[in-house]
């Protein structure tokens, strides 16, 4: 029996990849005790939301028992549970709530052209209740809704595609799942992005940088900015990548008072400073979990959080 | 003779993102400037990521060099479609240029 430990979360996520990878080994019957799950964050849901495909695809039959009742209805409100047995668990009473201003359910998305449209549906979910027809600020133009929804809808499209571009040079058929979360009281955004494709080392071990071929230098090499598996390639059978989407992305969370945490094969690394590599563990995709405060996504403007180009000259442009 | 391509049709509420949604945009940039036309790019309204833009501006610079800019006009760019547009151009073309330098 695999036991669900207290807490699957983008904090605990070397815990939360090992348990998703007994159940990946499980074969045919994977039973899992869930009775000491007290919660489990965006990151996690899309983690198991991944894992639970692949398992599923591998003929695996999945039960979960004895869901505690204060997290059971939650999680399947989620879709967390799709194709799942639950044995022994409250099961929910089939009403669904509309609660698109603070939560989107586990998606799964497998289709590059899906990209713009779900990550500006979860952008408008997470910013909680601004008024998209406030009248526009006289001097910029812009409203608080596209302040606090632009930093959030930028950050989703370059994670959300960046996952599926890179997950997909290992694996063809790769996808992505995420998941978001409003958290009110703490006025927090969390969101989590699973792909089940190469991961970081299998996309960046031949770059020159890499001197270890290790899953935490990886992760620390993708952060760095500039640095891209496909910089260099041709421009039609292959998409040309500055590596600067994930580095932008990392300032915005940390402009917006929060962090991102990663996970890819055996390590994780969180932007708050602390990394980890796990004995035995092993996720081979990536994960990543981005944590902003909701009211700094005003603050945050992009043109500040741009790479240095360091001695190469401008360029002129013509504008108008 | 200028044609304009206004990216606010691709947009998702204000901001156009997917560096996908440039490919068709290029195909149509490419014709333009085949027929020895100046093109427009009106970013109006909206704003864009550095994927996008790279995925069009970037990628035409890769393929045709830094000259190509010359044949490009952005319209109405706020601030921050200004500054990414500035760090894809300088940034490809110091890449071009190097690559072509032999």
């Not at chain 1, 180009?309 to 002129?316: A, F, H, S």
Request: include cysteine; aromatic fraction near 6%; glycine fraction near 8%.
């Amino acid at each position: 029996m695999i036991i669900f430990p207290s807490y699957l979360s983008a904090p605990s996520a070397l815990t939360t990849a090992s348990v998703c990878q007994e159940i990946l080994e499980s074969g045919d019957v994977a039973e899992i005790n869930a009775a000491h799950l007290r919660y489990v964050d965006p990151f996690g849901m899309a983690m198991l939301g991944a894992c639970f495909h692949e398992a599923r695809r591998r003929g695996c039959i999945i039960r979960v028992h004895q869901l505690p009742s204060g997290i059971s209805g939650y999680l399947q409100r989620m879709d967390v549970f799709t194709g799942v047995e639950l044995v022994e668990c409250p099961t929910s009473n089939g009403t669904r709530h509309d609660r698109s201003d603070v939560l989107v359910e586990l998606t799964q998305l497998c289709n590059h052209s899906e990209v713009g449209a779900v990550a500006y549906r979860l952008a408008k979910a997470m910013i909680g209740g601004a008024n998209p027809d406030e009248v526009p600020d006289e001097m910029t133009g812009y409203t608080t809704f596209d302040r606090l929804v632009e930093p959030l809808q930028y950050a989703l499209n370059e994670l959300l595609e960046n996952a599926l571009t890179h997950a997909r040079r290992g694996k063809k058929d790769a996808c992505v799942w995420v998941a978001s979360q409003y958290y009110p009281k703490k006025d927090l955004i969390r969101l989590g992005v699973v792909d089940d494709g190469c991961g970081f080392l299998a996309s960046l071990q031949t770059h020159p940088k890499l001197q270890h071929k290790r899953h935490l230098e990886a992760i620390l090499l993708a952060l760095q900015p500039r640095v891209s598996c496909n910089r260099d390639l041709g421009l039609r059978n292959d998409s040309v990548n500055q590596g600067v989407g994930l580095t932008t992305t990392c300032r915005i969370a940390e402009h917006a008072g929060g962090r991102m945490i990663l996970a890819s094969g055996n390590a994780m690394h969180s932007t708050s400073g602390y990394s980890g590599e796990g004995m035995g563990v092993y996720w081979q995709g990536v994960g990543i979990a981005m944590e902003v405060t909701r009211s700094k996504l005003a603050d945050v403007r992009v043109r500040e959080l741009l790479p240095s180009l360091d001695d190469i000259p401008p360029v002129n442009l013509r504008f108008e | 003779m200028r044609s304009s391509v206004l990216l606010q049709a691709y947009a998702h509420g204000r901001l156009v993102g997917p560096r996908l949604t440039a490919a068709p945009i290029r195909d149509e940039v490419e014709i333009a400037l085949a027929h020895g036309s100046e093109v427009v790019l009106d970013f109006s309204g909206v704003e864009a990521t550095q994927s996008f833009i790279d995925g069009l501006v970037g990628a035409l610079i890769l393929q045709h060099g830094p000259d190509v800019l010359g044949r490009l006009v952005f319209k109405s760019c706020s601030d921050d479609v200004k500054a990414i547009l500035q760090f894809v151009a300088a940034d490809r073309s110091d890449q071009y240029l190097k690559t072509h330098s032999h």
